[in-house]
């Protein structure tokens, strides 16, 4: 138990041996139950997940029965894909059993050994407190955070955060990336669990699905941890579907505020601005096939009143959706130098 709250944290893995027993030992004890997912991995992880989960199952065990307590079930929960389906799918395997199971907050720590297991309370403090639905990391809005994040990684996770504001509608998030969150069960009883994107793409899908239905996020600033991991992400598939995944989404959120009030200025704002710049960008483009310089200034000019009309739709949708961001009141400061030092 966390201030009176029961506290589930999901390990995705996929192809994480040597990696995903540390991440499970290394879970704070005031959490109850462990989901280790095995995304159908082809190495040694799964059998590293059971090890694992024997092992601190009957330390758990052992202890509960020498303080005279009562054993609630297992504490690391070993679950297995026979397939591999994603990163998302693994998380939401996790969710299912921390609704099944009736936990109040669940957290997400990656099989990876990334994210510092001794700084979880802060993920868990916006929520259990009644300030937030859904915590997450933020490892770039601070520069001492961002540690050994090369300049590439940086500047595509600046670019994925923006076309993730625009999509999601939280445009105060940052590092959208980040897979280190946790979650009120309350929130993910609400929402479309089993429509959300199996992929990589799937934290840009939650964040949308949580705007739509009101849910409150708050940023989590904490420093960038890298070592033995390896990314599965292959970038020549992984940006044309999450591109395809982010307009879809920027349209579905517009499809559903359109009966907003608060948002039917950005909402009128966002589509006379695209249609502009399209109308704009297409005559511009007839005008110089014809050869007439007036009318392709004229048409650009066009293009330009669109785009203005655009920001403005992203400004009166920041406005609107301003109730929804929570800022961040907990600690800055690192503690955990014996896990950087792994």
């Known amino acids: 138990m966390y201030n009176g709250n029961r506290i589930a944290v999901v390990v995705p893995a996929h192809n994480e041996e040597g990696l995903v027993g540390r991440t499970i030992e290394t879970v704070p004890s005031f959490v109850d139950r462990v989901y280790a997912v095995d995304d159908g991995s082809t190495d040694g992880t799964w059998d590293e997940i059971r090890r694992t989960a024997r092992r601190l199952n009957d330390d758990r065990a052992k202890a509960m029965a020498t303080d005279g307590g009562h054993h609630d079930g297992q504490c690391v929960v070993p679950i297995r894909h ?36 001794s700084i979880l309370h ?53 590092d959208s990336q980040n897979g280190y969150t946790a ?27 949580l705007n739509v239905n ?56 966002y589509c006379l601005g695209t249609v502009a710049m399209l109308f704009g960008a ?19 000019a066009s293009g330009v009143a669109g785009a203005v009309l655009f920001v403005l739709g992203c400004r009166l949708d920041a406005r609107a959706a301003d109730r929804l961001e929570t800022e961040y009141r907990g600690e800055f400061d690192e503690t955990s130098a014996d896990f950087d030092d792994e």
């Open 183 to 209: 979650v009120s069960v309350h929130a993910l009883r609400e929402i479309a669990l089993d429509e959300l994107y199996d992929g990589y793409g799937f934290l840009n899908d939650l964040l949308t699905t």
């Open 282 to 300: 297409g005559s511009a483009l007839r005008n110089a096939a014809r050869g007439d310089s007036s009318g392709v200034l004229g048409s650009a």
């Open 82 to 117: 026979e397939t591999n389906h994603g990163v998302g799918a693994g998380v939401k395997t996790g969710y299912r059993a921390a609704i099944e199971d009736e936990m109040d907050v669940v957290a997400v720590m990656n099989g990876d050994a990334q994210m510092d297991p």
């Open 122 to 174: 802060r993920f868990l403090d916006p929520i259990v407190e009644g300030r937030a639905d859904y915590a997450k990391g933020d490892r770039i809005s601070r520069r001492e955070n961002v540690g050994d994040m090369s300049r590439w990684r940086l500047f595509g996770n600046h670019l994925l955060t923006s076309l993730t504001n625009l999509s999601s509608g939280y445009w105060q998030t940052v």
């Open 214 to 269: 009101d849910f409150r996020v708050v940023n989590v600033p904490h420093r960038a941890v890298y070592g033995e991991e390896q990314s599965g992400i292959v970038y020549r598939e992984f940006v044309p579907r999450l591109s395809g995944l982010l307009l879809r989404n920027f349209l579905r959120r517009l499809a559903v505020r359109s009966s907003d009030a608060r948002y039917v200025p950005a909402v009128v704002a």
